[in-house]
């Protein structure tokens, strides 16, 4: 089992930057080090959408609305995933979900284990 605690999110205006961090706590089979995770975010009346993924090998997968904006990076000391958003613009206003599994289902929302979420919010 793996337990993911999303942090980090809040109000900033275009432009701004934020960093969230996802904690995950593993359990069992399940060594961090060997899990996949992800960010994904979800806006009211919207789909849930991949944002970025990055699989136990450091390769990492961007949303086109994302690439070059942000980046997504895992500690595997503190057992802890990062997105780094900049250049933020009102449509990134969702709530931010991190997720994980011991497979990499990349940008679509079929893994395993979710976190609870954190909203950012971005005012022009």
């Known amino acids: 089992q793996v337990r993911l605690v999303e942090s980090g999110g809040g109000s900033v205006q275009s432009g701004g930057s934020l960093r969230l961090s996802c904690a995950a706590s593993?359990?069992?089979?399940?060594?961090?080090?060997?899990?996949?995770m992800a960010w994904f975010r979800q806006a009211p009346g919207k789909e849930r959408e991949g944002v970025a993924s990055?699989?136990?090998?450091?390769?990492?997968s961007y949303a086109d609305s994302v690439k070059d904006r942000f980046t997504i990076s895992r500690d595997n000391d503190k057992n802890t995933l990062y997105l780094q958003m900049n250049s933020l613009k009102p449509d990134d206003t969702a709530m931010y979900y991190c997720?994980?599994?011991?497979?990499?289902?990349?940008?679509?929302?079929?893994?395993?284990?979710w976190g609870q979420g954190t909203q950012v919010t971005v005012s022009s």
């Open positions: 593993t359990y069992s089979e399940y060594t961090y080090s060997i899990i996949y």
């Open positions: 997720a994980a599994d011991r497979i990499s289902w990349y940008l679509v929302p079929k893994y395993k284990y």
């Open positions: 990055m699989d136990s090998d450091g390769s990492t």
